[in-house]
């Protein structure tokens, strides 16, 4: 058994744009200024009241609460009006595809919701090549180990035979929590620096060199 958990938006997906604008249009709704752009890319990979609390210090529990749904409804809305863009980034989908006939099984592991992870992976077409999907709906935020543990259980691996792959610390905390490898990648929302302090043990820079890496 061999087992590779990718996380999704910054990893496998571009949706950078589209959560940034949707993040901006929650901030005003609140009548609050929205934090900038790079700031709110860093919360990437966080479910969202965990988001919430850390691109807004001093919140209480209730208004992270108010302000994840009302991202969630300016999420849907610009779905609803196609404006939300999250392509495959550059070579991931040959990495999956070739990884998956290489006799690997693949799951995902995001703080996205189990809705919005369905409509990304059937949207680029890869929603068949992964065995175990695990969402922000059913589990803690990263980088609480539970929803890696859950994709080790529903694949029958062991964490010695898995792997966690992602862009940013969260994903690499979580991994080393689950007792699994952790490999990051640098074209996501951390810098591979963060990434190896955070328990990576190697940073890809392209999808090619992600595969090559985990075949040799």
């Not at 898995?162 to 929590?177: E, H, K, L, P």
Request: net charge negative.
């Amino acid at each position: 058994m061999k087992l590779a958990v990718f996380d999704c938006d910054g990893t496998l997906i571009d949706g950078q744009a589209a959560i940034c604008e949707a993040m901006e249009a929650t901030f005003a709704e609140h009548g609050l200024a929205s934090p900038p752009r790079n700031t709110i890319r860093r919360a990437v990979g966080l479910s969202l009241p965990q988001a919430m609390r850390q691109l807004l210090p001093g919140s209480d529990f209730e208004q992270q609460q108010a302000m994840a749904e009302s991202y969630k409804a300016a999420f849907r809305a610009a779905r609803a009006e196609g404006r939300v863009s999250q392509p495959l980034f550059e070579g991931v989908e040959d990495c999956l595809r070739t990884l998956a006939a290489s006799g690997w099984t693949l799951g995902v592991a995001t703080g996205m919701s189990d809705r919005g992870l369905a409509h990304c992976l059937a949207n680029n077409g890869i929603t068949d090549l992964f065995v175990t999907l695990q969402t922000a709906d059913r589990h803690p935020s990263k980088p609480n180990p539970e929803m890696l543990e859950q994709a080790l259980f529903e694949a029958g691996a062991q964490p010695g035979e898995a792997v966690m792959i992602g862009d940013t610390g969260y994903d690499m905390q979580m991994a080393r929590s689950a007792g699994t490898r952790a490999v990051g990648v640098d074209w996501g929302y951390h810098h591979p620096e963060e990434l190896k302090a955070a328990g990576a043990e190697w940073v890809a820079e392209t999808p090619a060199e992600l595969l090559a890496y985990l075949l040799k």
